[in-house]
């Protein structure tokens, strides 16, 4: 694949704008700044609580044993979007502006190499779940272009929500690359249970990326995404059929995928000893707020 940047939308559109697409924000000189002041920055509004073990005490050249670290369900308000978001690949929006970083993502099963850091955002309206990220990444692979395509062989970023805290196991889970393909999938028991057919209907997605795709003789930067999800995928399994101020749900942000250096990350750290995002029981809080971003 060639090109130095380019724009996609999701597998039901057909329209693809070829450029190169610089990521340059509102008051950002730059997208590595931007980038860095993302990743980097004070976050308002969203926890992300380290599980940091105590130091050892050393008693007649014995050390005390480690005790291991308590989990702490992270937490995030999702700001409301005062006007629909339009879905260009570019984050650009003061919405997406005014919305706090979730936080670094946690690099649970971390063996080596450069880890790939993720900037993630998420808005509502009355009809759409918002998901915007920026992520790092000097190997873009983007394959697949249609739904249900295998996109876990490429790189790719997924949200798993459980619209009712109070059936944690009941979860569903949205899975994307660059290029708008998705794949979609339910566990109505918990992951332990087969899966069961579901389909998200309505879902949008428009990409774009710095670099290239699919040619590891080289180095990219990043890719970033813009998901709008229907609400009215989730309607009956949520506690009310519309969402209001102060509704919660659990879930949680994951991506990996690609051909070098590949890894996983996640929002709300699992704890399995090998990669497994599907951990309902580590997912993190979010809160449905009330105050509007801008358009």
């Not at 939308?9 to 931007?34: D, M, Q, R």
């Not at 005014?98 to 509502?124: D, I, R, Y």
């Not at 102060?246 to 890894?263: F, S, V, Y």
Request: net charge positive; aromatic share 12%.
């Amino acid at each position: 694949m060639g090109g130095k940047g380019r724009m996609f939308h999701g597998p039901k559109s057909s329209l693809i704008t070829v450029g190169c697409l610089l990521f340059v924000a509102a008051g950002w000189p730059n997208y590595i700044e931007a980038f860095d002041l993302l990743v980097g920055g004070t976050v308002a509004g969203c926890t992300q609580p380290e599980n940091v073990l105590p130091r050892s005490t050393v008693t007649a050249s014995v050390a005390a044993p480690r005790a291991k670290p308590k989990f702490r369900q992270p937490t995030y308000g999702i700001l409301r979007a005062s006007l629909p978001i339009t879905l260009d690949g570019r984050m650009d929006e003061a919405a997406w502006h005014e919305a706090a970083n979730m936080g670094p993502f946690h690099f649970t099963w971390w063996k080596s190499g450069k880890k790939k850091q993720t900037v993630a955002k998420l808005l509502w309206d009355d009809k759409y779940l918002y998901v915007g990220h920026i992520c790092q990444d000097e190997y873009i692979t983007a394959r697949y272009k249609n739904h249900d395509d295998p996109v876990a062989r490429d790189d790719c970023f997924e949200v798993m929500v459980a619209p009712d805290p109070d059936r944690p196991e009941f979860y569903f889970n949205i899975e994307w690359n660059v290029r708008g393909a998705y794949i979609d999938g339910h566990r109505a028991n918990g992951p332990k249970k087969p899966s069961v057919p579901w389909i998200a209907k309505g879902v949008r997605i428009v990409g774009s990326y710095k670099g290239t795709l699919n040619d590891d003789s080289d180095k990219d930067q990043s890719w970033t995404c813009e998901v709008a999800i229907p609400l009215a995928n989730f309607a009956k399994h949520m506690k009310r059929a519309s969402l209001k101020p102060g509704d919660q749900w659990n879930l949680n942000l994951n991506r990996h995928g690609g051909d070098t250096n590949m890894q996983y990350s996640q929002w709300s750290r699992a704890d399995t000893s090998k990669p497994s995002f599907h951990t309902p029981h580590r997912f993190g809080r979010v809160t449905f707020v009330n105050a509007a971003a801008s358009p």
